[in-house]
């Protein structure tokens, strides 16, 4: 007999968005890798989540964190620096 809690999951992982969709409904100003990235990041947590037991997030709630992700990722990236190159 297959355990429904089994099937439940099963069933959750398949409706799970592929990552060029998921990807492409991210904010196009930012690069293709990056955007890619950052979906599968939000599918693999989606994913373990899944298989803890928890309940599927939606894919709306799956393009806000993988926005979040980028936003994040852009804001570790640009450090404000003081160049002083030349200065005496």
């Keep these: 007999m297959v355990n ?3 099937t439940e999951r ?3 992982l398949r409706r799970l968005p592929q990552v060029d969709r998921l990807s492409g409904a991210l904010p ?3 690069a293709s890798t990056l955007r890619v990235a950052a979906a599968r990041r939000v599918i693999a947590r989606a994913t373990e ?3 803890a037991g928890e309940q599927s997030p ?9 926005t979040a992700e980028l936003d ?3 804001r570790r990236r640009l450090r404000p620096l003081i160049n002083a190159t030349g200065v005496l």
Aim: no cysteine; aromatic share 4%; glycine share 0%.
């Design 10 to 12: 099963a069933t959750q």
């Design 28 to 30: 196009q100003d930012r």
């Design 4 to 6: 429904p809690t089994a």
């Design 49 to 51: 989540a899944i298989l």
């Design 58 to 66: 939606s894919f709306e709630e799956m393009a806000a964190a993988a």
């Design 72 to 74: 994040l990722q852009s």
